[in-house]
Structures are given as C-alpha cells and as structure tokens.
C-alpha cells in the first residue's frame, strides 16, 4: 500500500501529454461557449481556470464538430436510437464495416 503522502505526490504529478490536453480542452470549451454566444460563461470560464483569452478558430469549433460526427456514429451504431435520430449514410456504412 502506498503511503497517504505518497499517493498524494503522484496525483500532483502530471505528465506533459496529460497538461496538453487539458490546455486543448479548455480552449475547444472556451471556443464552444464563444461560438453558440455565451461570451459571458466563456469569460468566466476564462476566470475560473486563470487563463488570459486564447485564440478563437472559424465557427462551429472542434469541439461542436467532433460531437457531431461522435453522435452521428453513435446513432448508426444503436438501432435503438434509429426512430429518434436518423444516422447519415457515411455512419451507416462505417459501422457495417
């Protein structure tokens, strides 16, 4: 078992790829709420984790556009879903293959 202190060290501890990817994901969440008009949700965001303005890319974002397609395939992988939200046929096919 590890020790109380020690457990607690390795958690502090973040590996470079790990700070990398929480900056992408703060800035594709800032991004987000910038796009669909929440610039004051955005400012606070900005607040909250004390980061100064990163840049904004071209509408609709990464993040809004990975869902997307994460949905689309999502739905084309539950039949479930089929009757509420029709899969494109790009999704259909991918996940037939």
Known sequence: MYSKGKALQQQQQILPIESQAKDKLN??????????????????????????????????????????VFWDLYCAATPERNGQFEPSNEAKVFHEY
């Not at 991004?31 to 984790?49: D, M, R, S, V």
């Open 27 to 68: 800035i594709y969440v800032h991004e987000y709420l910038i796009h669909i008009g929440a610039k004051n949700a955005a400012t606070t965001f900005l607040n909250e984790i004390r980061w100064e303005k990163p840049p904004i890319g071209d509408a609709p974002g990464f993040l809004i556009s990975w869902w997307n």
